[in-house]
């Protein structure tokens, strides 16, 4: 059996992670994306003080099982998480046998050291904390209708504090760190040349 490659995309939120994962997608076709957000694990009591930066909101064991699958070539089962009721409304399946490489985003991917040990290659997107939070004040106002000012209580108490304490200090875990202001072409086809020459 030839398992597919699984590619970590980390950082920080709102620095550019998806937009990278996009990109691979893309640029090295037949891959599939999962992100890690979608194994939030479902909470609907004290929501306001619930950090849900930290490793204890993600459901690690349906990630290393679903992922361990996605290698595989098997059938795995996504949940669809709802940002604003925090809970999950259902599943979606995909058949990853069609797939080569498998590309998992999210905040600590590199955190857990089971995924990192599972990895084929590991990406840290780089954005400065400015820039972040202007972009996570964007998106949460925009996509999600939320306040602002709630948005900036959770950036100080739950969002930065977990930057510092389960993301920073996982940065050189990765094997490739791509600084992310802008669009950086560059990079991806670095990175998308690199797999594609491990494969060969």
């Known amino acids: ?71 595989k070539g098997e059938k795995i089962y996504i949940p669809k998480y709802n940002y604003n009721t925090h809970s999950i409304i259902g599943h979606k399946t995909i058949d990853t046998s069609k797939y080569n490489t498998v590309i998992f985003e999210g905040i600590l991917s590199l955190f857990f050291k089971e995924l990192r040990e599972l990895a084929d290659l590991k990406i840290y997107v780089e954005t400065p904390d400015d820039i972040r939070l202007a972009r996570r004040i964007k998106r949460d106002v925009v996509e999600r209708g939320r306040d602002i000012n709630k948005i900036i209580w959770r950036w100080n108490n739950h969002v930065r504090p977990s930057q510092i304490k389960y993301i920073n200090k996982f940065k050189y875990e990765a094997d490739i760190i791509i600084p992310w202001l802008n669009l950086n072409k560059v990079s991806i086809k670095s990175v998308v040349s690199s797999i594609r020459y491990s494969d060969d």
Not at 28 to 38: A, K, N, P, T, V
């Open 1 to 71: 059996m030839i398992m597919k490659k699984l590619i970590l995309v980390a950082g920080g939120t709102a620095s550019g992670k998806t937009t990278v994962a996009k990109e691979l997608v893309e640029s090295l076709g037949d891959s599939l994306l999962i992100r890690m957000d979608e194994f939030y694990l479902e909470n609907k009591e004290n929501i306001k003080n619930y950090n849900y930066d930290a490793p204890y909101a993600f459901d690690i064991d349906l990630i290393i099982k679903t992922l361990l699958k996605a290698k």
